[in-house]
């Protein structure tokens, strides 16, 4: 055996090698009076398909105040449903935040969560079902999420927010029903952060709003989940999922030259700026060397820079787009993405690596 895998074999036992956990966030739960007289509360609903009790962490996050968490126990094949969770759980008795769920990933694999904020008023009481998700699912750099707001403008209030899983940095577009660009504010948030902008066309573009306002959250670095709602004049509320989408490419992502021997091992043959197969990284003290392959649209050369690599170190060796990654036993068994901001004269975009860990 080398000395070079004795060394290697030696640095991976002494790895510590931690059980992994998965996070779900219900993005807006709530309680106490809103705009209109309206009255809001949030239900939690839990339940595990698995035969034997476990146990998970919630908390919730208000601007960048954590409360909690706290520990709920859930027997076998138990349904757990917690009223008004802001207030009974935290003890709120006025405010907005997201809730997030922490579980071992053998207990999550077995959950099912749902969430129901409900305005209880005169005229009866009206709801909207928010699902939980999966820290996995979030919008990344290079991501534009697309929050679509009410037909009739002016009749309705559209909400809008989002949870910070890292500290991420976003570009806010007012798109007018013809494709117009009516409006864009940058905003930083810190990680583990809440905002909900509450009318927002107005609050965060000072603009009047209008029939079938769409507004872009276009991810400049960070993670995050993005929502929406709208509440119309009953204040009967509807629920707006951000749905993460991608502009059209104009630089070409030829793939990975894995071995940097001068060709491409995985390719982007679709030319979607995603990589057409997970690439494994192996947890070392060495890390891994690979060279990423792109050109701009007329062949120009192109310029990286290193927007997301969570739970991983990396960096650029060269110009020519040569890349180390280090990864620790933590992550051992999981799958990720690194991305990287590719750049080639006015044009920008950002390519996605999905990666194994082993």
Same mark, same amino acid.
């Given at each position: 055996?080398?000395?070079?895998?004795?060394?290697? =074999?030696?640095?991976? =036992?002494?790895?510590? +090698?931690? =059980?992994?956990?998965?996070?779900?966030?219900?993005?807006?739960?709530?309680?106490?009076?809103?705009? *209109?007289?309206?009255?809001?509360?949030?239900?939690?609903?839990?339940?595990?398909?698995?035969?034997?009790?476990?146990?998970?962490? &919630?908390?919730?996050?208000?601007?960048?105040?954590?409360?909690?968490?706290?520990?709920?126990?859930?027997?076998?094949?138990? #349904?757990?449903?917690?009223?008004?969770?802001?207030?009974?759980?935290?003890?709120?008795?006025?405010?907005?935040?997201?809730?997030?769920?922490?579980?071992? %990933?053998?207990?999550?694999?077995?959950?099912?969560?749902?969430?129901?904020?409900?305005?209880?008023?005169?005229?009866?009481?009206?709801?909207?079902?928010?699902?939980?998700?999966?820290?996995?699912?979030?919008?990344?750099?290079?991501?534009?999420?697309?929050?679509?707001?009410?037909?009739?403008?002016?009749?309705?209030?559209?909400? +809008?927010?989002?949870?910070?899983?890292?500290?991420? *940095?976003?570009?806010?577009?007012?798109?007018?029903?013809?494709? #117009?660009?009516?409006?864009?504010?940058?905003?930083?948030?810190?990680?583990?952060?809440?905002?909900?902008? *509450?009318?927002?066309?107005?609050?965060?573009?000072?603009?009047?709003?209008?029939?079938?306002?769409?507004?872009?959250?276009?991810? &400049?670095?960070?993670?995050?989940? $993005?929502?929406?709602?709208?509440? *119309?004049?009953?204040?009967?509320?509807?629920?707006?999922?951000?749905?993460?989408?991608?502009?059209?490419?104009?630089?070409?992502?030829?793939?990975? @030259?894995?071995?940097?021997?001068?060709?491409? %091992?995985?390719?982007?043959?679709?030319?979607?700026?995603?990589? @057409?197969?997970?690439?494994?990284?192996?947890?070392?003290?060495?890390?891994? $060397?690979?060279?990423?392959?792109?050109?701009?649209? $007329?062949?120009?050369?192109?310029?990286?820079?290193?927007?997301?690599?969570?739970?991983?170190?990396?960096?650029?060796?060269?110009?020519?787009?040569?890349?180390?990654?280090?990864?620790?036993?933590?992550?051992?068994?999981?799958?990720?993405?690194?991305?990287?901001? =590719?750049?080639?004269?006015?044009?920008?975009?950002?390519?996605?690596?999905?990666?194994?860990?082993?």
């Amino acid at each position: 055996m080398k000395l070079r895998n004795i060394i290697t =074999a030696a640095a991976l =036992a002494a790895m510590p +090698f931690a =059980a992994q956990a998965a996070t779900l966030v219900v993005p807006a739960a709530g309680t106490g009076p809103g705009a *209109n007289g309206s009255q809001w509360q949030s239900e939690l609903t839990l339940h595990t398909a698995a035969p034997r009790p476990l146990t998970l962490s &919630l908390s919730l996050h208000q601007g960048a105040t954590v409360l909690g968490p706290v520990s709920i126990t859930l027997e076998a094949r138990e #349904t757990l449903s917690i009223q008004d969770v802001v207030r009974s759980e935290f003890g709120v008795t006025g405010g907005s935040g997201a809730l997030v769920i922490e579980a071992a %990933d053998r207990d999550a694999r077995t959950l099912a969560v749902t969430s129901r904020t409900v305005n209880t008023s005169s005229e009866g009481e009206f709801g909207q079902d928010i699902p939980a998700i999966d820290v996995n699912d979030a919008s990344g750099a290079g991501d534009v999420t697309a929050l679509t707001g009410p037909s009739e403008g002016a009749a309705s209030r559209f909400n +809008f927010g989002l949870y910070a899983i890292d500290a991420t *940095n976003v570009k806010w577009e007012l798109i007018r029903a013809d494709g #117009t660009i009516a409006g864009t504010q940058e905003v930083t948030y810190v990680a583990g952060q809440h905002a909900q902008h *509450n009318a927002g066309i107005q609050a965060v573009f000072g603009a009047a709003p209008e029939d079938n306002d769409t507004v872009h959250a276009r991810v &400049l670095s960070g993670r995050a989940i $993005f929502y929406g709602s709208v509440v *119309n004049a009953t204040g009967d509320p509807s629920f707006v999922p951000g749905i993460r989408t991608r502009e059209d490419i104009v630089i070409h992502f030829a793939g990975l @030259d894995l071995d940097e021997n001068g060709t491409v %091992d995985v390719a982007d043959a679709d030319g979607d700026g995603v990589l @057409d197969a997970r690439i494994d990284i192996v947890t070392s003290m060495f890390g891994e $060397f690979f060279r990423i392959v792109a050109e701009g649209e $007329f062949g120009e050369e192109v310029e990286y820079e290193i927007v997301s690599t969570p739970s991983v170190e990396a960096s650029l060796l060269d110009g020519a787009g040569r890349l180390r990654v280090l990864a620790s036993g933590d992550v051992k068994g999981t799958n990720g993405e690194l991305r990287i901001r =590719a750049i080639s004269g006015d044009s920008s975009t950002v390519l996605v690596i999905p990666v194994r860990y082993r």
